[in-house]
């Protein structure tokens, strides 16, 4: 057994500690001990009121708390007891204290300080080494008194032996001192080998203690690394009100927050304004709660403000009694797999194609403080607590919904949960024991991404690799996980998750796309191919029109130039429409070229505003030129611009009611032209926009709209303003009017 000195600085500090909080109550704890022991020595003082019995007592362990902060402790109780020598040395009477007196004065006093360590520190060394501390103290104050009882006897026999006539009286109290040093000397054994029987036992409860805490901290480290593995996922826990505790790996990469950030901060951080305000993140934990876990897709907020669409799990977790102690939260970004979607959505709206995806769930859980106790009651109790963490942390994993299973070197099976043995159709008893080739030759050796993962020490994927099961074949997303350790990786995770659903709704995805693009292509070309053979008859109506409109064959009566004016206008009307389409067909085959130029602006509008004032006094519209004049040159197809100004103030005039106004404007900022045509129409709803610049719009597709048109002219005039590397966009608000606009490079 090692020496503890009375003066180290464990008891100096336990010292200190009760000295400046608990003397007051150790005073009076120290005298009910007393009581409760039977203390003859009290009996001295039975007569003194409890108050100064009281401040007393204080004053002595404030000598001897002093003492031991100072070192001294030892010292100040033998200068007590040579005092109490001085006192006595006149005779020895017959009520005088008895040895054994100051052995239970002692024990009390040592019961008190005992008393009050668990209130000091949860640290086990600290702990023992002020119980070996106290224990030895008291240990060399005892053989000082019996020391002090021994000097006392001898004077008594000296003095016995100066007088016969007291010799009879003094060799019976000298036997009877001798028997009872005797007895206290037993004592003082029995309480050596009562402090080495403590210290044994005290050593093997530590011994116990360690062992099953290293083996519950070792497999929660393994769930642990595993959870910190995951980047794919973040994973994270919540307490019961949505307050973050836990982060992981993958949860930093895909929110942004640092750990130090967001634990302690509330889960709501994660949500649009709109879906707070509604109350969504609450309904969510609700739902959790009461149904077990549920799953949620929609849009979230990064730490940048950046917006992802998320799939998300949420799982409510209870302890053994069932009462909730939080949430597990498993987070994915879906973005891409959202916009592939919304892409094949925008070419074909009756394509609708949802892929779900199973995510693996794993919890990270925090380790508890090893808090170890001096006394077994306290050592047992920390052990069922690490045990129950351990069961917590196998229902984790056991109940995952992501398939998991551990691998040694040997590539044997250490244990699987039961989403893994239903993943390949066994019984999970089927695995422990068994080698990876014998089970699951699809994934045994040569298999060098287990093999990177053994010599990397990082997470290695395997994306839908295929597995052929008896009577199914499955692809699964896998990610082979190291558990690293000081000594190397002793063996690594299978994290699988079933895609099969996902690769096929996948394939089917690009087979119909592939369709849609090839019929798109044969469309193109009738749409060509129709343009080229319509111009012929067309130009042949109007060529012979106009020479019966002139009368170049003879007058004709206004009757019959009334209806060839219109034959006329449709024939102007069809050709233009014969023109968007061989745009249109020129810009998708990319056939299409400009012919820049330097130009001015000013005089393009006006010469398009000029054309097209007719059609506006017709549907009594006031059209309004304020492009100044001084706008610079720039280098263009006029051609083209002219083509987009005919487009927008057309569609203008086409959607303002009679009386209204049309306002062209153009200014110069940041190196570029913009130009914009401003109405009083009858506007557009916000959700039309998106779908204005698409071909063949017609925001009014019904049989009885009052426009006519394709609905090519505002997606050519995007074609033709993004070949000049321009902009084009629009701002309306539905019943007050539009605003089109177009920047051009000055």
């Known amino acids: 057994m090692r020496a503890v000195l009375p003066d180290n600085q464990a008891l100096k500090a336990y010292a200190g500690f009760l000295r400046g909080h608990r003397l007051e109550e150790l005073s009076q704890l120290n005298l009910d001990l007393a009581r409760k022991l039977d203390v003859p020595l009290l009996r001295l ?33 033998l200068a007590g007891l040579r005092d109490w020598e ?21 024990a009390a006093q040592k019961q008190a300080l005992l008393g009050f360590l668990a209130d000091y520190s949860t640290d086990r060394e600290t702990l023992l080494a002020i119980v070996l501390a106290l224990e030895g103290h008291y240990l060399q ?52 080998q009562l402090y080495a029987e403590l210290r044994a036992h005290t050593d093997h409860v530590e011994a116990e203690v360690v062992g099953r805490t290293r083996e519950v901290l070792a497999q929660a480290r393994l769930v642990e690394l595993l959870v910190a593995s995951v980047v794919d996922y973040a994973i994270f826990v919540l307490d019961p009100e949505g307050t973050v505790l836990t982060w992981n ?16 901060q509330p889960h709501t951080r994660f949500y649009l304004p709109e879906d707070v305000l509604a109350g969504r993140p609450a309904w969510l934990l609700e739902q959790a709660k009461a149904l077990g876990h549920v799953e949620d897709e929609g849009w979230r907020v990064r730490k940048d403000g950046s917006r992802f669409w998320a799939d998300v ?51 990270e859980l925090a380790t508890q403080q090893e808090e170890l106790q001096h006394l077994a009651e306290q050592f047992r109790g920390r052990s069922i607590e690490l045990a129950t963490e351990k069961a917590f942390i196998e229902s984790i994993i056991t109940n995952a919904p992501a398939a998991i299973a551990y691998l040694d070197r040997e590539l044997e099976f250490g244990w699987v949960n039961a989403a893994f043995a239903t993943l390949l159709g066994l019984p999970p008893d089927a695995f422990p024991g068994r080698r990876l080739d014998d089970l699951v030759p699809d994934l045994a050796s040569p298999n060098p991404r287990i093999q990177e993962a053994f010599a990397s020490g990082r997470p290695v994927g395997a994306p839908a690799f295929p597995l052929v099961r008896p009577g199914r074949s499955l692809r699964a997303d896998l990610t082979y996980v190291p558990i690293a350790s000081p000594d190397g990786v002793p063996g690594l995770l299978i994290m699988a998750s ?5 690769e096929e709704a996948g394939r089917l995805q690009a087979e119909r796309l592939a369709q849609l693009e090839q019929v798109d292509r044969m469309k193109d070309e009738f749409l060509s191919i129709l343009s080229h053979e319509l111009r012929t008859p067309i130009n042949a109506i109007m060529g012979f029109g106009s020479i019966l409109d002139d009368e170049l064959e003879g007058p004709l009566a206004p009757t019959q130039h009334t209806y060839m004016r219109k034959i006329l206008a449709g024939a102007d009307a069809l050709m233009a429409l014969v023109n968007d389409l061989l745009d249109m067909s020129r810009i998708r085959a990319g056939k299409f070229a400009l012919d820049p130029r330097p130009i001015r602006l000013p005089e393009i509008v006006a010469a398009v505003v000029a054309n097209l004032e007719p059609l506006a006094d017709q549907k009594q519209l006031q059209l309004v030129n304020e492009v100044p004049e001084e706008l610079p040159m720039q280098r263009a197809d006029e051609q083209r611009v002219a083509q987009v100004l005919v487009n927008l103030l057309g569609n203008a005039i086409k959607f303002t009611p009679a009386g209204g106004t049309i306002i062209v404007r153009a200014t110069r900022r940041d190196g570029r032209i913009r130009c914009e045509v401003q109405d009083t129409g009858i506007g557009i709803a916000p959700g039309d926009i998106p779908r204005l610049f698409q071909r063949f719009t017609q925001l009014d597709s019904s049989n009885t709209r009052r426009a006519g048109g394709t609905g090519l002219g505002l997606s050519i005039s995007k074609a033709l303003v993004e070949a000049h590397g321009g902009q084009i966009g629009v701002q309306s608000e539905l019943g007050k009017g539009s605003m089109f606009w177009f920047e051009l490079p000055a």
């Open 45 to 77: 003082f039975a007569e003194v009121p409890e108050a100064v019995l009281l401040e007393q007592t204080r004053l002595g362990l404030e000598k001897l708390l002093a003492g031991f902060v100072a070192g001294t402790a030892l010292e100040v109780t």
């Open 86 to 106: 001085a006192d006595r040395l006149p005779g020895i009477p017959k009520d005088a204290i008895e040895p054994s007196d100051l052995v239970l004065a002692d």
């Open 141 to 192: 104050a005892q053989q000082a008194s019996f020391e002090l009882f021994t000097r006392l006897r001898r004077v008594a026999v000296e003095r016995a032996m100066r007088s016969e006539a007291v010799q009879t009286a003094t060799q019976a109290a000298n036997e009877e001192l001798s028997a009872q040093g005797e007895e206290l000397l037993n004592q003082q054994e029995e309480l050596q």
């Open 249 to 264: 790996l993958g949860a930093r990469r895909l929110k942004g927050y640092e750990e130090s950030e967001i634990v302690g």
């Open 313 to 363: 799990v949420i799982t409510a977790l209870r302890d053994e009694q069932g009462a909730l102690v939080g949430f597990a939260k498993v987070t994915r970004d879906l973005t891409d797999r959202r916009a592939a979607e919304e892409a094949i959505a925008a070419r074909n709206e009756e394509l609708h194609v949802a892929n779900e995806e199973l995510t693996a769930q794993a919890e």
């Open 498 to 502: 079933d895609v099969t659903a996902r």
